[in-house]
Nanobody, 126 residues
Framework: QVQLQESGGGSVQAAGSLRLSCVVS????????MGWFRQAPGKEREAVAT???????TYADSVKGRFTISQDRAKNTLALQMNSLKLEDTAMYYC????????????????????WGQGSQVTVSS
C-alpha cells in the first residue's frame, strides 16, 4: 500500500523559512512524478513544485526562486525548502505521487496524481 505523510509545517513570520518533508512508502515505480500542492481557504488546490524520476523540476511562478523541491531516494523522502515566505504562502500543503506513467515535464494538474498525504498546515504572519 502506498502511503505519504508530510511533516514540518507550522507558523512563521514573513520572510522566514520552513522545510517540509514527506515520507513515501510502498511506492515502487521507476518512472514517476512527485510534487507539492497547496490549498488556501476558498481556493483550488494548486501545484507548487514537481519533480520527476530524472530529477527535472517545475515550479509555480509565485514560488520560483524561493522554494526548492528535492528527493532523497535512499531515505524515501520528498522535501520542499521554503524561503522568503510571504503571507500568500499560507495554505495546507500536500505531497503527492503519480501512478506510474508521467509526461515530462511533470504535470501541474492535481488530477494526474493518485497518491496523497494528509497535509501539513503552513501559516505565514506579518
Amino acid at each position: 500500500q502506498v502511503q505519504l505523510q508530510e511533516s514540518g509545517g507550522g507558523s512563521v513570520q514573513a520572510a522566514g523559512s520552513l522545510r517540509l518533508s514527506c515520507v513515501v512508502s510502498g511506492y515502487n515505480y521507476s518512472t514517476y512524478c512527485m510534487g507539492w500542492f497547496r490549498q488556501a481557504p476558498g481556493k483550488e488546490r494548486e501545484a507548487v513544485a514537481t519533480i520527476a524520476d530524472d530529477g527535472s523540476t517545475t515550479y509555480a511562478d509565485s514560488v520560483k526562486g524561493r522554494f526548492t523541491i528535492s528527493q532523497d531516494r535512499a531515505k524515501n523522502t520528498l522535501a520542499l525548502q521554503m524561503n522568503s515566505l510571504k503571507l500568500e504562502d499560507t495554505a495546507m500543503y500536500y505531497c503527492a505521487a503519480s501512478a506510474g506513467w508521467r509526461p515530462l515535464p511533470c504535470s501541474t494538474h492535481k488530477t494526474w496524481y493518485k497518491y496523497w498525504g494528509q497535509g501539513s498546515q503552513v501559516t505565514v504572519s506579518s
